[in-house]
């Protein structure tokens, strides 16, 4: 893994404890079981059951099309947004069915959070921007705001590089430092879960480094889910790694295992680059 | 044929391009090119004449007295008429639509582009129905005001509600003359609207909701902002159209001749088309209006042209800074 | 989690969603409300239920004593409402107004004719002191002559020569924008064609009226200064930005590369244009053609100021004329509130509603179709 300059300070954005290095022991956050998802009649999961484990990164890995981005949108209900999907299955999160009669899905969403493989902060200000998701749950005080977007920049590695300039136009960050903000926008709501789809998949290799050894922060508080076809990265930063094929989860294991000795071969083929 | 290097022959044939040299001049294709062109010109050309007939015109009647004083002595007089009145009855009829048709409007236009489901029926329906109020003639809204707002809600009001004997609201009035006319601007407003909604990327809406926003905070909080210039430009475009439209208010409020501006709902009041058609058509002495009816369409060319230029660079700067977001 | 309020947690959130519902819903109320409107005033007479006849048998005052209640108020031109509001006095003076008005009727031998009958409105009739069957519309007069052909003809007529005029400058100019033109000079061109639309109609007659009419008098020579030809290029002016609008959105919507597929193969810019893309772009150049044959045949200010507004049936174009949408115009001020002109003028408008409404309708499905087909491709 490159070596980067960013300072590795730690996370103190949740008011939780630091925990503990990550292991096999960790609890279990997010539990799936036989979900399927489908698109009007066409089929694009296929009875998923698997558990995401608490503050560990978790990636979800497959040639394109393959469905990890749609399986994680069932996390956070994003795919509620699209016309004609039906979703069979269980999806809980510490316990809780989030597909229930009498879920809010407003409150889910404040515990699980969202980074875009695009990135889109607001047309607002740097402060705004990560004030917005502070406003909209109630946060009201300025020294409150204040203190929030500082601590929450400082968390996405991005503090030093906009301090004097917060209340310029986020549209005017490049690339790398408007997707750390969007991490930063996230983390400001304090949520439990953040889900990344793709995060650096349109960003150079040296903000690529910096958002990873963000993650590899990150997760000290908070139970990372990461999709990405950069198979490299997977193996870099992730504690898990499931591996999907066309709607199905096909193997699912500690990183370690899956790249250097899967047990499907299918997983092997993937792998060691034979097609995807 | 000459050739200078040996050709491909397909078939014994020769090939369909002889040599590299241009044919020579393709006469028709010139000519049609030339034409189209002509018709383009022609455009152009009917265009500036309208525009600096009526200015030159118009020009020498124009002055600030012109614009600013009452017509009460003699309306046929160039050095005593004056068109305040009219540019005071417009501008309030306008300001009255507005109030209607932009609520109206958005509200439309936001339900078109955030809630509707577009495969469902209702969803076509609405949108016909706007289609077709786009194309309604402007009389038959001038029959409409006159059948439902006066003598349906205006007599109804004042049968039932203040139950008087002479007609207040059930006669032609500036507060009906400027719902006729929110009725007709309506598509304008949903299509310049829905423009500037469409164009703002969906990442953003899903940026927002991922935060925790509900789909109404979404659109008051991000959505509304990022679509003001696209509002604005229906609006002004409304504005633009409904100054000059005439026939919807003939039945509906416009006077040739009022002692005094309009100060209630329910009064009538002067306009300016309106009082370029009366003097076009009724005048005694045509040569003798001339310069005032040509000062007149000037002020009112000025005010519709002014804002429909204001109103197409607001778009265009509108879509330039959407390139530049990138999404 | 904590996850436990749903739906009904955000009641503000549900009621401003039906509220936008509604609102948004309120566009198609108002397309009935404007037929409905319009139409019921014009029903009496498409029903056949309204009479404008004038009586010519003299009935004496005793006779008038005599009648049923709902005789009396039909003869005496009364609504039921109206007549139930009179005192018995104001009857009497009625009465004898009426008498008046009977002595006073010029013998015409019409004058019994419920002119308002579909024969009269649609069929030349001879009239008195007519030598033949004529198509006459004459309401102010003792016999009410309601016939509507003059009026059709005339909104045709003009309708005709503004497409005559606009169509094929219209596709010239489009044409000529969307294939052969530079991409710098478009970007103005375009904009400015469309500043045409700016012109108030109003303006657009009164230049036709003022400047026009005198011009084309000189150029060909003909009698009546207002004519069919002067409000039809006057229309055709305020058509032109439509048709040229929609025409060029087709134009340039055929894909780049049937032009590009033409150009390899040696055709000309403008070969390429006529005989690859205006054929694929030909449902969108017949609903810009159908769209502004509908906003030709619904304008006003222009027919009502430059042609000529006489009301006479005639194939020249030279000749004065007059449209529906002028008749309104001009005569509704005048008419009896519900009496039998009145709702013939109504009859005009649902008319010309009817008309425009189809012929968008015609031209919005076309659109629609194109653009189907147009995202099926790609």
Known sequence: ??????????????????????????????????????????????????????????????????????????????????????????????????????????????????????????????YENIAYGLRLHGTKNKSDLDEVVEKSLRGAALWDEVKDRLHSSALGLSGGQQQRLCIARAIAIKPEVILMDEPASALDPIATAKVEDLILDLKKEFTIVIVTHNMQQAARISDYTAFFYIGELIEYDVTSKIFTNPSKKQTEDYVTGRFG | ????????????????????????????????????????????????????????????????????????QDMFDVNKAGVLPMVVGTSIRVILMTIFVIPVGV??????????????????????????????????????????????????????????????????????????????????????????????????????????????????????????????????LSVSRAAGEVAPILFTGAAYYMASYPKALTDQFMDLGYHVFILSTQSPNIEQTRPILYATVLALLILTFALNIVAILVRAKMRRNMRLLGH | ????????????????????????????????????????????????????????????????????????????????????????????????????????????????????????MLMPYQWTNYDKPEYIWQPISQVHKYNIMPLLIGSLKTTIVALLFAVPVSLGAAIYVSQLASPRLKEWLKPTIELLAGIPSVVMGFFALIVMASVLKSVFGYESRLNALVAGIALGLAIIPVVFSIAEDALTSVPRAYTQAALALGSSRWQAAWQIVLPAALPGVFAAVVLGFGRAIGETMIVLMASGNASIVSGSIFDSTRTMTATIAAELAEAVFGGHHYRILFMLGTILFVVTFLSNLLGDVIIHKLKHKMEGKH
């Open chain 2, 1 to 72: 044929m000459d050739t200078q290097t040996p050709m491909l022959h397909f078939n014994g044939e020769a090939p369909v391009g002889k040599d590299f040299k241009t044919q020579g001049f393709n006469f028709w294709s010139f000519f049609f090119s030339g034409l189209t062109g002509l018709a383009t010109m022609l455009i152009l050309a009917m265009l500036a004449i309208i525009l600096f007939n009526i200015t030159l015109n118009g020009a020498p009647g124009l002055s600030w007295r012109f614009l600013t004083s009452s017509a009460d």
């Open chain 2, 107 to 236: 509200i439309t236009a936001i339900y078109l582009t955030e809630y509707a489901h577009s495969t469902s029926i209702w969803t076509r329906v609405i949108r016909g129905a706007v289609n077709n109020l786009a194309g309604v003639p402007s009389i038959v809204f001038g029959l409409f005001g006159l059948g439902f707002f006066i003598g349906f809600l205006g007599s109804h009001i004042d049968d039932n509600i203040l139950q008087s004997a002479e007609p207040k609201w059930g006669k032609p009035a500036i507060l009906w003359a400027s719902m006729t006319l929110a009725v007709m601007t309506l598509p304008v407003v949903i299509v310049a609207t829905e423009e500037s909604l469409k164009a703002i990327p969906q990442g953003l809406r899903e940026a927002s909701l991922a935060l925790g926003a509900t789909k109404l905070e979404t659109i008051i909080k991000i959505v509304l902002p990022q679509a003001m210039p696209g509002i604005l430009t229906g609006g002004i």
């Open chain 3, 1 to 120: 989690m904590g996850l436990h309020r749903g739906h009904k947690a955000r009641p503000l959130e549900w009621l401003a969603e039906k509220f936008i519902f509604l609102v948004a819903s309120s566009a198609i109320l108002i397309v009935f409300l404007i037929f409905l409107f319009v139409v019921r005033e014009a029903l009496p007479i498409f029903l056949g239920k309204m009479d404008s006849s004038s009586l010519q048998e003299m009935v004496s005052v005793e006779q008038m004593e005599k009648m049923k209640p709902a005789e009396l108020q039909k003869l005496l031109d009364l609504t039921p409402k109206e007549y139930t509001e009179l005192d018995k006095e104001t009857i009497k003076i009625l009465m004898e107004v009426k008498i008046e008005e009977i002595k006073a009727a010029p013998k015409d031998k019409d004058a019994d004719k419920n002119t308002t009958d579909w024969r009269y």
């Open chain 1, 1 to 126: 893994m490159a070596e980067t300059s960013v300072p590795k300070l730690t996370v103190e954005v949740g008011t939780k404890a630091p925990v503990g290095a990550s292991s096999a022991a960790a609890p279990a956050l997010i539990e799936t079981k036989d979900l399927s998802l489908y698109y009007g009649q066409a089929k694009a999961l296929k009875e998923i059951s698997m558990t995401i484990k608490e503050k560990n990164v978790t990636a979800f890995i497959g040639p394109s099309g393959c469905g990890k981005s749609t399986f994680l949108r069932c996390f956070n209900r994003m795919n509620d947004l699209i016309d004609h999907v039906k979703i069979t299955g269980d999806v809980k999160i510490a316990g809780h069915d989030i597909y229930g009669p009498d879920v809010d899905v407003i409150e889910l969403r404040k515990r699980v959070g969202m980074v875009f493989q695009k990135s889109n902060p607001f047309p607002k200000t740097i």
